[in-house]
């Protein structure tokens, strides 16, 4: 949980950097960049998920030179992927302001924090990789190592230079980027010193055809899943577009609820990763069973606790964001809503990280497209007549139908993996 929570906080200071600029087209700047960002390096999440699947699988199988493979495989991905986005950035620019169309102040913004940042693409694409695969072989210690290197710089720098240089969101951006860097550097280090002795595979090992049709079939489905669920965020940003920069800013400032709260279930989740995909790599049905009711109920009881100190602290942690008044006030007209999505959300949460670590991407891709229908069919039918109140509970549906739609499907992917129940 603490690995991943330092990426939220790292959110929030970065918002909170720039709401001291009391400009609210920059915080809608920011949060439609990092829109932006997200859609363009969460498509490419299976770098993580796929890789702790596979990684906690070659443990399981107690397979030594599947677990180093997997890294490998996972980080020359990360390489070529990154640098085919950095080529294709001026399009993909363009494609996101011509699909978002957000007013001229935040358009400017949101450009000069994407061209920045998306020049950290191949070391963003690598740490994916590197937490997945240290997360996958249960070294959740070096994981959070390599996640607070990350994020530390990262705040620290966001401050130095975005506030104390008077760089602003450029600064904001500069400061991931370099942090990205540095994080690369001494995860590659930390991987290094966990395999032990380093035997280079023949490059026969790296590109075995069924490893890679493995991984992409993988990749694939979670690239999908990861794509919709971004992208579901993005129509949620657009939509509050529509109501003005002022709604646009208070509920970016809200989003940092959802992604507190749900970077602390995601952690629970990774659990769930683990402990499903060895006993999967076993055979072992029981381990299985465990893990899920084990992290079902700390999960129920974490959400219930994340909603309850959201609405009894919400208004305050609105006011360390954002000193603008008109945001301030606004956030809090909303703040309930937001408050709730760790007790909505924590299903789907838990759902990925089981389905992740047994690899049964397939199911979860289709079950992802399932949730965005009704997403859609939602913000259809309850944006026009209730407007932002609308848009939040539309959010609500997809976190709902995200968990029960996959916790439908348990119980045949459990009798396909295991066998029936004797």
Known sequence: ??????????????TAVVGRLDDAALIGGLAVGAVIMDLVFATFNFQRSGTTGLAAQAVGAN???????????????????????????????WAAMKLMAPGTAVAAAATSYFLLRITGAPFALANYAILGWLTGLGRTGLALLVQLVLNGFNIVLSIWLGLSLGWGIAGVAVATVISEIIATVIGL???????GRFTFPAWSAIVDTGQLLRLANLNADIM??????????AVFTMQGARFGETMLAANAVLMHFFLIGGYFL??????????????????????????????????GMLAAGLSLFFLGFGNAIIALITTLEEVRETAAQWLVYAAMTPLTGVLAFLMDGIFIGATWSRTMSRMM??????????????????????????????????GLSLALRIAPLLAASFGPVR
Not at 3 to 12: E, F, H, K, S
Not at 189 to 195: K, L, T
């Open 63 to 93: 397979d030594s030179n599947a677990i180093r493979d997997v890294l490998l495989r996972a980080l020359a991905v990360s390489l070529i992927a990154g640098l085919i986005l950095l080529a294709a950035s001026p399009l993909l620019l």
């Open 224 to 233: 999908l899943r990861s794509f919709l669920l971004l992208f579901a965020f």
């Open 266 to 299: 995601d952690g629970l989740a990774t659990a769930a990763e683990q402990v499903s995909g060895r006993a999967i790599g076993a055979r072992y049905r029981p381990a299985f069973m465990r893990g899920l009711w084990l992290t079902l109920f700390w999960d």
């Open 189 to 195: 280090a930390i991987c290094y010193r966990v395999i």
């Open 1 to 14: 949980t603490l690995a991943y929570l330092t990426t939220p906080i790292l959110g929030l200071v970065d």
């Open 369 to 402: 497209i399932v949730s965005f229908a009704a997403y859609c069919l939602a913000l259809f039918l309850l944006v026009e007549p209730l407007g932002n109140a609308g848009l939040w509970l539309s959010l609500h549906v997809f976190l709902l139908v995200r």
